[in-house]
């Protein structure tokens, strides 16, 4: 085999064989998945497909129960320093009593770990990735005055903080109105492209996925995925269990580009 | 002058001095219960508290150590249940708390004079603290501000998101087993204090009032820390000046600043 060239491609996440069952029903059947630095990719599928399975077991979260997940070549729960994760739609008290910049702090938890205090290298990192997603300026406000979308950015920049060269979002959008939804992925794509970051997006928002990502993946218990952007007609059948065409023109599925 | 003689009694300098502890315990440890809204489990292990003291007077043995005995074992027995069993978790409470109670009355009806002793745990006798309660209770409150201040980072990311906690690598069931933990050693401290039927108001109120006016998580615990202090000493004064029970005193000291503040921030 040929060495690799400095700048080759770094093959961040690999997935073989996977299955996932919880009790009798099998959530992931057979999961094989190759992430390489670079790659934006989205995940589609019905709810219940096992998207949130499939990111958790990606975070360490949840064993395989067959197969294997390794990310940066190390198991998941060691490579946590390096994953940024923005979980769904963060559930917490408006009136909870903290300030976007100590919210963002928290995400540095991987890094420097149990009984260790944040210092001003932390402090810094912090600052830089609410600059990264535009929201330095809200540094100092509580986190619950703050817009759905402006908290969505802040949950992105906690996910940053650590540097991360991998991040996992799971349905970053849901709650966001539609204006702030475009601009949040605008910022998804700057991150991916301007700062090197691979992303895997897991999403049911179909039209906006295709419209961003740079691979698109669909799940429904088995994975449909051809390290690109197109699937099949018959992917999506056989992972929606409808015609592709109630998928490519009905409004809540569409997936494909609309017919030229 | 009125104030030397109010402390000029040994007595009273123990209550004071414990009720400004149970103060600060529950103005730092209050603020966990509210916003990781664990209010109604705090509630069952004070109760569940009182089966361990029975067993103390019983056996003849300090009844406040048994106290502190069944109250953590009771937390832990909550967060186990709720997290592994299928049942949930205010039916798990529902049921330590009135197997607590329960048991409480039994054995301490089998020990000798029990009215008097039952009456001080359910509504509290702060002037019959000793100073070996006293001791005990300086010496908790100590434990507990120290893994608070080291643990600050980790029970805010507990309090505020433990999905995104787990996320990244925060042991959040343990964390959570320490900080009912902590609730139950703060809820027999004030047990004395208060009694066991009005724990619960002394933990929340001075930090429901704290967060009506203050900001950051800091500035609200030291508004709590102070308003729980003046709680206990408004009360004990009453208390001593009117001759009703401290515990009264104190919970009705708070009750009617919250419902003044609450009024004022409307």
């Given at each position: ?124 990192c912090a600052l830089l990735a609410l ?130 | ?171 959040v069931s343990g964390l959570r087993l ?89």
């Amino acid at each position: 085999m040929m060495e690799r060239m400095p700048d080759a491609l770094e093959k961040i996440l690999s997935i073989r064989d996977l299955w996932i069952c919880q009790g009798e029903h099998v959530v992931l059947e057979s999961i094989n998945l190759e992430l390489f630095s670079g790659d934006f990719l989205g995940i589609i599928g019905p709810n219940g497909g096992g998207k949130s399975t499939l990111l958790k077991a990606m975070l360490g979260l949840i064993k395989p129960d067959r197969g294997e997940i390794s990310v940066f070549g190390l198991p998941p729960a060691r490579a946590r320093s390096r994953i940024g994760y923005v979980p769904q739609k963060t559930v917490f008290d408006r009136s909870f009593p903290v300030k976007v910049r100590d919210v963002v702090l928290m995400g540095r938890y991987s890094r420097i770990g149990l009984w260790h205090r944040y210092g001003p290298e932390d402090r810094n990192c912090a600052l830089l990735a609410l600059k990264a997603v535009g929201m330095a300026d809200r540094a100092e406000r509580e986190i619950g005055a703050l817009s759905g979308g402006e908290q969505q950015r802040v949950f992105v920049a906690r996910s940053l903080v650590s540097d991360p060269d991998l991040l996992l979002l799971d349905e970053p959008t849901a709650g966001i109105d539609s204006a702030q939804q475009t601009e949040f992925y605008e910022l998804l794509s700057h991150l991916n492209r301007d700062l090197g970051k691979a992303i895997v997006l897991v999403s049911h928002d179909l039209t906006a996925v295709s419209t961003y990502v740079s691979k698109i993946a669909c799940l429904n218990q088995r994975l449909y995925y051809h390290s690109s952007r197109e699937l099949s007609n018959e992917d999506i059948e056989k992972a929606y269990g409808c015609p592709v065409e109630m998928i490519a023109h009905g409004t809540p599925h569409r997936v494909l580009r609309e017919h030229d | 002058m009125i104030e030397l003689n109010f402390l000029s009694y040994e007595f009273m300098r123990n209550a004071l001095l414990a009720g400004l502890a149970a103060a600060v315990l529950c103005g730092i440890i209050g603020i966990y219960v509210i916003l990781n809204r664990i209010v109604f489990i705090s509630d069952g292990i004070a109760h569940a508290a009182f089966g361990g003291i029975g067993l103390g007077y019983f056996l003849g043995y300090d009844p406040l150590a048994f106290g502190i005995g069944s109250a953590v074992l009771t937390a832990i027995g909550i967060g186990l249940t709720s997290s592994r069993a299928r049942v949930s978790e205010d039916t798990a409470i529902g049921v330590f708390m009135a197997t607590g109670m329960a048991l409480g009355i039994m054995l301490l009806t089998l020990s000798r004079g029990y009215a008097r002793d039952l009456y001080g745990y359910l509504f509290g006798n702060i002037l019959a603290v000793t100073e070996s309660d006293v001791l005990l209770i300086l010496i908790l409150t100590l434990v507990i501000l120290v893994l608070v201040f080291l643990l600050y980072k980790e029970l805010l990311l507990l309090s505020f998101d433990p999905i995104y906690g787990q996320a990244i690598g925060l042991p959040v069931s343990g964390l959570r087993l320490l900080l009912l933990s902590m609730v139950a050693f703060s809820v027999v401290v004030l047990i004395k204090v208060v009694g066991i039927i009005m724990v619960i108001a002394l933990l929340t109120i001075p930090g429901a009032i704290s967060r009506q006016h203050m900001k950051g998580l800091p500035s609200i615990m030291a508004g709590s820390v102070i308003l729980g202090c003046v709680f206990v000493i408004i009360g004990l004064f009453i208390s001593y000046d009117l001759d009703v029970p401290s515990g009264a005193a104190i919970i009705l000291t708070a009750a009617v600043a919250f419902f003044l503040s609450t009024l004022l921030t409307r």
